[in-house]
């Protein structure tokens, strides 16, 4: 709040606490009516250290800390670092076990993007369809509870390997519930895609040019609905991603068209859902037999490590776009060093393009739009002639609300 | 998304060709995924700081849109070794190449120059680097911090491992309170 209030334009500041955001962080809007004329963002509410903790612990303990990053990446930190050190330390891991871990990575993609719908329904006032989507992520939760034991923090990751097996009896439970997923897809496609009231609110609103986001370098499904083709298990690979037939989504493979904006990052989640039970039936389908780690003795394991020395990183994409984390190993019990890139840290500059020339009502959709990864509170404050007013979750909520009724008119 | 592409062996020797003895070490790492071995590269390269950002502007002339990651950072006592993740090729299967610039800054003067003109998305990594490590981008479009509040103390840098390190700040909470 360093700049003075003009007499046309007023300042904005959302957040550290916001609604459509499930951590903090803090916007700084300038306002002219209800237009945004410009939009500056501040972060680290929540920055806990987590990377430097790493370097008091040993790779297999960080695996549970790395687990705790991200609720509903919990999942991809784990395996990202995994990836890295596996390369430092020269660890082959087994055929099986990479397919296995595509179908974990998959699910996690499931629960993410539909739990994702219904946030954006939400926030646009459609709370209908927030039931009617979580009901959903609920079948892909208890999914993740029969084959891992947990529903969010998963705790199956293993250096070389993965911790847990699908075998042939599990096959008929997982069938049951990709057909349920397939069942209700179009439901869910027709509710977001043909709906006259989700296309006024999406449509046009909170474009990204594709310019922009390779310049800013957007991640993930942000930089697809952009049409930017970038998307790591395809551009580069990992696990057992060569091995399967899928291809980029990008909004013109259902439209022909691209144009940036909420409503083609709507188009990429949805079809990425499809796709990814797609690829969750072809791993089923062409699973090797074989163990499911390297080395099955952590002990064993955590010697090896010991000995490793060099610097590796692992790639992943995680729902939200491409994790990466760096991790340097000296022979120590401890990694020398651990950086952590999740797909938000990329994805918050993007914010700022997209925002621009938006109404107050659409901050919290096209917030959302790019699935932000921060937890959530509510309270706003506005400052307004150097008075300050605050606007709190459920009155911000009304304006967007309040915004698509007046449209449905 | 370029026309040509080149191998990893053409893009060491490129800039080796361009940068000589200023390139100080390379690396290409090569792993396979799955059944079909399906096969990718990862580059390291050790250069000198002098000549980075140079470096990273003939990266755009390999690939237009080279993607920028992040980059990390660690104290290695007499030195700063900043690592910026870059990738060229994305858009076609199994063509993305990881290339990762080391590039090690005296502790005694560690000014790096900033990339944000030829990558604008990389101020927050630069940002970052600045308040966890204590170096200088030279540059820099805005230098307050991003992820350390604006009370915690100058001149401690998180990441360093010497005295203008966290040590003095850190309370376990395990050992029970001293005071």
Same mark, same amino acid.
């Given at each position: 709040m360093k700049r003075q209030s003009t007499k046309t334009t007023y300042q904005l500041p959302i957040g #550290? +606490?916001? #609604? &459509?955001? /499930?951590e903090p962080v803090m916007f700084e809007f300038e306002i002219d009516g209800e237009k945004i004329i410009d939009a500056n963002v501040r972060l680290g509410h929540v920055h806990r250290g987590i990377e430097w903790a790493g370097t008091q612990r040993n790779p297999i303990q960080i695996l549970y800390l790395a687990e705790r990053i991200c609720g509903i990446c919990s999942y991809c930190h784990p395996m990202a670092f995994a990836l890295a050190v596996e390369r430092v330390a020269n660890i082959e891991v087994p055929e099986r076990a990479q397919y296995l871990r595509v179908i974990q990575g998959e699910l996690e993609r499931i629960c993410s993007h539909i739990l994702w719908a219904g946030v954006a329904a939400h926030e646009i006032g459609f709370d209908s369809v927030l039931y009617l989507t979580w009901q959903m992520r609920e079948e892909a939760l208890d999914l993740t509870e029969y084959l891992t034991?947990?529903? +969010? @923090? /998963?705790? +199956? @990751?293993? %250096?070389?390997? %993965?911790r847990r097996d699908i075998t042939t009896d599990m096959h008929p439970k997982i069938k049951e519930t990709l057909g349920y997923f397939k069942d209700n897809f179009e439901k869910l496609h027709h509710i977001f895609l043909d709906d006259k009231t989700f296309k006024l609110r999406s449509q046009n609103c909170g474009v990204l040019a594709k310019e922009d986001a390779l310049k800013l370098c957007a991640v993930g499904p942000t930089a697809r609905a952009s049409g930017v083709k970038k998307d790591v298990r395809l551009d580069q690979g990992y696990f057992a991603y060569g091995d399967l037939d899928f291809d980029y989504v990008t909004p013109d493979v259902l439209t022909g068209e691209v144009h940036g904006d909420v409503y083609d990052r709507i188009i990429v989640r949805l079809l990425e859902v499809k796709q990814s039970i797609d690829l969750i039936e072809q791993c089923i389908q062409h699973m090797p037999e074989g163990p499911i780690v390297a080395e099955p003795k952590i002990a064993k394991l955590l010697a090896t490590l010991k000995k490793a020395n060099g610097e590796g990183i692992g790639r992943m994409e995680a729902p939200r776009g491409e994790v990466i984390h760096y991790v340097k190993l @000296?022979?120590?019990? &401890? #990694?020398?060093h651990w950086k952590v890139r999740a797909p938000t840290y990329n994805n918050i500059l993007p914010w700022i393009p997209m925002l621009k020339g938006q109404q107050i009502a659409d901050i919290p959709i096209v917030a959302a739009s790019t699935d932000p990864c921060m937890s959530c509170t509510n309270r706003v404050a506005v400052v307004h002639k150097n008075e300050r007013h605050m606007l709190d979750k459920e009155m911000l909520h009304r304006m967007s609300v309040e915004k698509t009724r007046r449209l449905m008119k | 998304m370029a026309e040509k592409q080149m191998t990893p062996e053409e893009i060491v020797q490129f800039f080796k060709d361009e940068f000589k003895e200023d390139i100080l070490d390379s690396r290409i790492e090569k792993r396979t995924q799955g059944i079909k071995k399906a096969e990718f590269t990862h580059i390291w390269m050790r250069l000198n700081s002098t000549v980075f950002k140079k470096a990273a502007k003939k990266l755009t002339k390999l690939d237009q849109y080279t993607h920028f990651a992040v980059a990390s950072g660690y104290d290695m006592g007499d030195n700063i070794d900043l690592v910026y993740h870059f990738s060229i090729y994305h858009g076609a299967r199994h063509k993305e190449i990881s290339l990762n610039f080391i590039a090690s800054l005296p502790k005694s003067n560690p000014v790096i120059d900033t990339i944000t003109d030829i990558f604008p998305g990389a101020i927050i990594s630069e940002q970052e680097k600045q308040e966890m490590l204590g170096v200088k981008i030279k540059g820099i479009p805005n230098d307050s911090r991003v992820f350390i509040s604006d009370d915690f103390p100058k001149n401690v840098y998180p990441w360093r491992r010497d005295e203008t390190g966290p040590q003095k700040m850190i309370r376990n909470l395990h050992k029970g309170a001293k005071k």
């Open positions: #550290p +606490i916001h #609604p &459509a955001l /499930k034991g947990n529903r +969010i @923090t /998963k705790g +199956i @990751t293993m %250096i070389g390997g %993965i @000296t022979g120590q019990d &401890a #990694p020398y | -």
